[in-house]
T-cell receptor
Framework: EPEVTQTPSHQVTQMGQEVILRCVPISNHLYFYWYRQILGQKVEFLVSFYNNEISEKSEIFDDQFSVERPDGSNFTLKIRSTKLEDSAMYFC????????????FGEGSRLTVL | AQSVTQLGSHVSVSEGALVLLRCNYSSSVPPYLFWYVQYPNQGLQLLLKYTSAATLVKGINGFEAEFKKSETSFHLTKPSAHMSDAAEYFCAVTFISGGYNKLIFGAGTRLAVHP
């Protein structure tokens, strides 16, 4: 069964460093998303991406965040200068058809900022 | 504005007892509704989904949920809890917005199952 894959599963970084989280969505999907879950809290929407541009972004998704689909398969989330409060689990998701409403999630990338 | 409310951040039941996790949503258009389960240090696993077909939806691991439009609810139930059901459960609602889906999660309910 096709699945969304994310790398790395866990990354530890120093405050101020740049981090890139990578996702490979399901191959025929057209809509891509990043969500964030701070430890013990709810899953929060960060950004949606379609047709090589951002469709919508939340208040969390400030100028230090960016997303890119550099080739036909990868979808990346870059955090330019990490802060302690960026420590969280980041989930990538993709969907194909909008009429079912279902998003398919990866296993997540845990980011720890020291 | 669309929102999802899960009543009870923690629910504790005895093994074999009924599980009831509550979810209410607000939406001006018919939504799609989901329940996800998250085990410790793991990702999000889809339990079940409602996409405007049958109002009673059966999912994995013996869980089911009923969509009640009049109550704007989508409560999750399981007749008999098992120790392995202990996890965090998230209700989620998706809206078609601007031609794409946007999934909004509730705050989650942590289910504890004791012997």
């Amino acid at each position: 069964e096709p699945e969304v894959t994310q790398t790395p599963s866990h990354q530890v970084t120093q405050m101020g460093q740049e981090v890139i989280l990578r996702c490979v969505p399901i191959s025929n999907h057209l809509y891509f998303y990043w969500y964030r879950q701070i430890l013990g809290q709810k899953v929060e929407f960060l950004v949606s991406f379609y047709n090589n541009e951002i469709s919508e972004k939340s208040e969390i998704f400030d100028d230090q965040f960016s997303v890119e689909r550099p080739d036909g398969s990868n979808f990346t989330l870059k955090i330019r200068s990490t802060k302690l409060e960026d420590s969280a689990m980041y989930f990538c998701a993709s969907s194909h058809l909008i009429n079912t409403g279902e998003l398919f999630f990866g296993e997540g990338s845990r980011l720890t900022v020291l | 504005a669309q929102s999802v409310t899960q009543l009870g951040s923690h629910v504790s039941v005895s093994e074999g007892a009924l599980v009831l996790l509550r979810c209410n949503y607000s939406s001006s258009v018919p939504p799609y509704l989901f329940w996800y389960v998250q085990y410790p240090n793991q990702g999000l696993q889809l339990l079940l989904k409602y996409t405007s077909a049958a109002t009673l939806v059966k999912g994995i691991n013996g869980f089911e949920a009923e969509f009640k439009k009049s109550e704007t609810s989508f409560h999750l139930t399981k007749p008999s809890a098992h120790m392995s059901d202990a996890a965090e459960y998230f209700c989620a609602v998706t809206f078609i917005s601007g031609g794409y889906n946007k999934l909004i999660f509730g705050a989650g309910t942590r289910l504890a199952v004791h012997p």
